[in-house]
């Protein structure tokens, strides 16, 4: 299994910025779908995660400014970002809890990060 993320950039304060991330592979089912951050110096932290079903979660940082969303037929996530701060700058990564088969448990993939800056 694989995720290739992408939109990431250079954005001014207040801006917005789309970003994708499409899993490929051998996949019977994806039940959470969620995209993580790291700013230098930091720890990965959770940005935004939804399930299968649609339940969304974000953290208190990006509540009302970000949008968590995913195409269930093409195994896609994406994350709208809008009012951006220099604080939102970081390598964001997806993630996805997969599973392979139907008699398999689900295993977790990281996508290769996106960087986003937010600087005018």
């Known amino acids: 299994v694989q995720l290739q993320a992408s939109g990431g950039g250079l954005v001014q304060p207040g801006g917005s910025l789309r970003l994708s991330c499409a899993a490929s592979g051998i996949i019977f089912s994806i039940t959470k779908m969620a995209w993580y951050r790291q700013a230098p110096g930091k720890q990965r932290e959770l940005v935004a995660q939804i399930t299968s079903g649609g339940t969304t979660n974000y953290a208190d940082s990006v509540k009302g400014r970000f949008t968590i969303s995913r195409d269930n037929a093409k195994n896609t996530v994406y994350l709208q970002m809008n009012s951006l701060k220099p604080e939102d700058t970081a390598v964001y990564y997806c993630?996805?809890?997969?599973?392979?088969?139907?008699?398999?448990?689900?295993?977790?993939?990281w996508g290769q990060g996106t960087q986003v800056t937010v600087s005018s």
């Open positions: 993630n996805a809890e997969v599973r392979r088969t139907s008699l398999s448990g689900s295993n977790a993939y």
